[in-house]
Nanobody, 123 residues
């Protein structure tokens, strides 16, 4: 059973940084594709970043490229999302997700999800 628990969200000012964590069940990080998605009120869930299970290759959405970075620590069974230079438009609930196989940028292709952590960026 894959379990994902996000933490690290909060209320920050524009320009600040946050690091989100996604604690996973043992073996998940090293065997599953791990993704971060976000959803703002009234909007669809959107892709933020993904890390491949084997190569560790990372990909980020154009909207956050150069500001956000995904990483993982297999020994700690944890995936991170480092968020720098935060903007008010980054305000959303951020979700960690896992899937088997190849990387995907599509939320419906991920069967495992955490409960999310809220990030609010004030101007």
């Amino acid at each position: 059973q894959v379990q994902l628990v996000e933490s690290g969200g909060g209320l920050v000012q524009a320009g600040d940084s946050l690091r989100l964590s996604c604690a996973t069940s043992s073996g998940t990080c090293s065997n599953y594709v791990m993704g971060w998605f976000r959803q703002a009120p009234g909007k669809e869930r959107e892709f933020v970043a993904v890390i491949s299970w084997n190569s560790g290759a990372t990909y980020t959405a154009d909207s956050v490229k150069g500001r956000f970075a995904i990483s993982r620590d297999n020994a700690k069974n944890t995936v991170y999302l480092q968020m720098n230079s935060l903007k008010p438009e980054d305000t959303a609930r951020y979700f960690c997700a896992a899937r088997w196989g190849i990387r995907s940028y599509v939320s419906r292709e991920y069967p495992y999800w955490g409960q999310g952590t809220q990030v609010t960026v004030s101007s």
